[in-house]
């Protein structure tokens, strides 16, 4: 059962520290030697163990409610350089991570900041990242975009309470 969602006034703020806690779980747990960092431009550091590349991770997240789960995310230009300067100074690859909850399901896509660029060049204000079904399936088979999917159900929750 999902619940209606009412978001509380700090809502943004938990998203985005709940966002960079849990990639940074999951890099961990996946052998990935990481920090997280309190630095314009980047969220997470992380050393990959497959590649052994240093990787500046700026993470970007939304939680979207019922009817709004295919919204896509926008990142604002300005995050692309100041990623690259972070980058610069810690010796890192810029890499983008993005944590989208919709519904019952949350979505982390990690990938580098080039692949990002290639597939939705910088707009006028924004890059925009698309969460419709057809960009979905293609990240899925898209093999440079990492892709964890956490399926979740809410059992039990407090009823509205009567008058």
Known sequence: MIPEINKSSRHSKITGDFAESLILYW?????FESAKVDHTGIDLIAR???TKELMGIS???????TGTEKTHLNIPNDNFEKV????????CVPYFAILVDRSNIIDIFILSKSKLLELFPLGKAVSIWKMGDSYLESYKKD???????????TINWWDKLSG
């Open 27 to 31: 890099l961990s747990k996946h052998g």
């Open 48 to 50: 990959n163990p497959v």
């Open 59 to 65: 993470v970007k997240s939304r939680s979207r409610g």
């Open 84 to 91: 690259d300067k972070a980058c610069e100074a810690f010796g």
């Open 143 to 153: 093999k440079s975009i990492i892709q964890i999917e956490f399926r979740y159900d």
